[in-house]
Structure formats: C-alpha cells, structure tokens
Nanobody, 121 residues
Framework: QVQLVESGGGLVQAGGSLRLSCAGA????????VGWFRQAPGKDREFVAA??????SYADSVKGRFTISRDSAQNTVYLQMDRLKPEDTAVYYC????????????????WGQGTQVTVSS
C-alpha cells in the first residue's frame, strides 16, 4: 500500500509563490503517475497537474504558472506554484495511479490527506 503525505501549503498574497511536496512511501510509488488535484469550498475536486516519468499534464487554468516535477531519489513530487491568484485557494491533494498520466480523479488509487493553500487579494 502506498501512503502519500502533502506539505507546503499556507497563506500567501496574490502574485506570490508556494511549493507543495508530496512524499510517497511504498514500493510502487516510484513507478506511479502522480497527480495534484484541488478542491475549493462548495466546488468539485478538480485536476491541477500530473507527472509520469518525463510526461506532464496541466489544467488550462494553471498552465504557465504551475510546474510539476519529481525527485525519484527522495520519492517526492513537487508542485511549484507561481503568480498565485485568489481563485487558486483550495485544499490541494496529491494522488497516485499505475494507469499513467490522467486528469480523471477516479483513475487514482490512493490519496493524501491534503494541504490548505490560501491566496489573499
């Protein structure tokens, strides 16, 4: 079983940056595709970005502002978030799947507990 732990959330002003981390434990994590999703109050969970080996995918709303990357030696996936906007405020979750890069939340098999990101205007 793979366990995921997110960290790095916090409060930041609009235009600022944060880097989220998703640390994985479990022998299949190294071969898993990892995605980031977010959920704002009263809204559905939405796809943000995903990575598998060298392939990445981004939601249109974050393209050019967010960067997903992976440190395999540290079993960690990062989400660098720049030029943050108030509408980026949400709980951010990382998730893992063996099915490859996908934006479909239902395809992910395991999830972290989430980390809160709040962007003030």
């Amino acid at each position: 079983q793979v366990q995921l732990v997110e960290s790095g959330g916090g409060l930041v002003q609009a235009g600022g940056s944060l880097r989220l981390s998703c640390a994985g434990a479990g022998r299949t994590f190294s071969s898993a595709a990892v995605g980031w999703f977010r959920q704002a109050p009263g809204k559905d969970r939405e796809f943000v970005a995903a990575i598998a080996w060298i392939r990445t995918s981004y939601a249109d709303s974050v393209k050019g502002r967010f960067t997903i990357s992976r440190d395999s030696a540290q079993n960690t996936v990062y989400l660098q978030m720049d030029r943050l906007k108030p509408e980026d405020t949400a709980v951010y979750y990382c998730a893992g799947t063996q099915k490859g890069v996908t934006s479909a939340a239902d395809w992910y098999d395991y999830w972290g507990q989430g980390t809160q990101v709040t962007v003030s205007s």
